[in-house]
C-alpha cells in the first residue's frame, strides 16, 4: 500500500499562512472523512492536530483547519509561529482487500 | 490522565526475537483500541497494526502482517509487539498510541514514549 502524498517540505514567514497537501485515492482520503494530521517535533511523539478531516481535539490552536476536496486533503495553519516548524503527516483510513490507516511521507515546515 | 508507558530500547542481534510492551492507565483499557507506529530513522510513519483488547481483534496493515504479531493481555493493561525473528531493517522507534474514543479506531490521541529497537551483529 503506497503512502498518501505530501509535499516534502513547505516554508512561510512568520505570521503567514500555509497549506499542507496530502494526494491519495478514492480508496483512502477521497472515499471517507476520516484523514487526520499530525504534528511531530524532533524527538517527540506525534501530536494529534486534526481529525476526521476538519475537526480539532480539545487544546488545538484554531490556528490549525483541516479540508478535503475529492482525493486531496489539506492542513492549512494561519498565523505561522516559530513553535509551528516541526513534521507534519496526515493519515486516512483506507480499504481495500483489508481496513487499515495509511501514512503520508511527511511534510517538513520550516517558519522563515 | 491517560498514560501509555513502553518498555525501554533494545539492542538486539538479526535473527533474534522480541517483545515490546505499552502498559495503559488511566482508562478501561479493554474498551480502547490500542495500535502501534513504526518510524525507521530519519523516515516518516507507518502505521502497523492495532488491537482490542476486549476481544483481542487485531487488525494488521499489508505491510506489516506476518511481520510482527500485536497481542495484549488486559489482566495487566499492557499491549505487546512482537517478532520471531529480527532484521537490520526492524531498527526504528515503535510508538503505541490509542485514540479518545472507543468507537475510534483510525487516528491517535494518545501516544507513548516510544521504544527504539537497533537490530544489529
Known amino acids: 500500500q503506497s503512502a498518501l502524498t505530501q509535499p516534502a517540505s513547505v516554508s512561510g514567514s512568520f505570521g503567514q499562512s500555509i497549506t499542507i497537501s496530502c494526494i491519495g485515492t478514492?480508496?483512502?482520503?477521497?472515499?471517507?472523512?476520516?484523514v487526520s494530521w499530525y504534528q511531530q517535533h524532533p524527538g517527540k511523539a506525534p501530536k494529534l492536530m486534526i481529525h476526521d478531516v476538519s475537526n480539532r481535539p480539545s487544546g488545538v490552536s484554531n490556528r490549525f483547519s483541516g479540508s478535503k476536496s475529492g482525493n486531496t486533503a489539506s492542513l492549512t495553519i494561519s498565523g505561522l509561529q516559530a513553535e509551528d516548524e516541526a513534521d507534519y503527516y496526515c493519515?486516512?483510513?483506507?480499504?481495500?482487500?483489508?481496513?487499515?490507516?495509511?501514512f503520508g511521507g511527511g511534510t517538513k515546515l520550516t517558519v522563515l | 490522565e491517560v498514560q501509555l508507558v513502553q518498555s525501554g530500547a533494545e539492542v538486539k542481534k538479526p535473527g533474534e526475537s522480541l517483545k515490546i510492551s505499552c502498559k495503559g492507565s488511566g482508562y478501561s483499557f479493554t474498551s480502547y483500541w490500542i495500535g502501534w507506529v513504526r518510524q525507521m530513522p530519519g523516515k516518516g510513519l507507518e502505521w502497523m497494526g492495532i488491537i482490542y483488547p476486549g476481544d483481542s481483534d487485531t487488525r494488521y496493515s499489508p505491510s506489516f502482517q506476518g511481520q510482527v504479531t500485536i497481542t495484549a493481555d488486559k489482566s495487566i493493561s499492557t499491549a505487546y509487539l512482537q517478532w520471531s525473528s529480527l532484521k537490520a531493517s526492524d531498527t526504528a522507534i515503535y510508538y503505541c498510541?490509542?485514540?479518545?474514543?472507543?468507537?475510534?479506531?483510525?487516528?491517535?490521541?494518545?501516544w507513548g514514549q516510544g521504544t527504539l529497537v537497533t537490530v544489529s551483529s
Open positions: 498510541a490509542k485514540p479518545r474514543y472507543s468507537n475510534t479506531w483510525y487516528y491517535f490521541d494518545y
Open positions: 493519515s486516512s483510513y483506507t480499504s481495500s482487500s483489508t481496513s487499515f490507516v495509511v
Open positions: 478514492s480508496s483512502d482520503v477521497g472515499g471517507y472523512k476520516y
